[in-house]
């Protein structure tokens, strides 16, 4: 905040959009939720980037014979840092995050 600012008044009260209501119709609901999950003020609060990888909406390109749209093979998906896999094994989210036949090619 600018403390030269002196016309400060108390913020309005906003209320809540749920999510639901800020997508269409269709949207999945594993989407509305990582977004719910990423768009949150408190960055203490906020999803991390190795859980947004992790988290279910990507399921189906973690899946063994998943269809990739770039055309990558599939290691390239799951090309992670000495760092991120340390990090993932760590908060429990290396299965999760990498599927079992890429950790054994690792």
């Known amino acids: 905040m ?9 913020f309005p009260s906003i209320q809540a959009h749920p999510w ?4 269409s119709d269709g949207t999945p609901q594993l989407a ?3 977004v719910s999950k990423m768009l949150v003020y408190s960055p203490t609060e906020r999803i ?3 859980q947004v990888c992790a988290h279910s909406f990507f399921d189906e390109l973690r899946q063994l014979h998943a269809v ?8 390239a998906l ?3 840092t000495t760092e ?5 094994n760590g908060a429990g989210l290396l299965e999760k995050l990498v599927p079992p036949g ?4 690792r």
């Open 2 to 10: 600018n403390p030269e600012y002196k016309d400060y008044k108390q």
């Open 20 to 23: 639901n209501r800020v997508f």
């Open 32 to 34: 509305i939720d990582l």
């Open 48 to 50: 991390l980037p190795l």
């Open 68 to 75: 990739d749209p770039t055309k990558l093979p599939p290691s």
């Open 78 to 80: 799951f090309n992670f």
């Open 84 to 88: 991120e896999l340390a990090y993932a």
């Open 102 to 105: 890429e950790v054994e090619r």
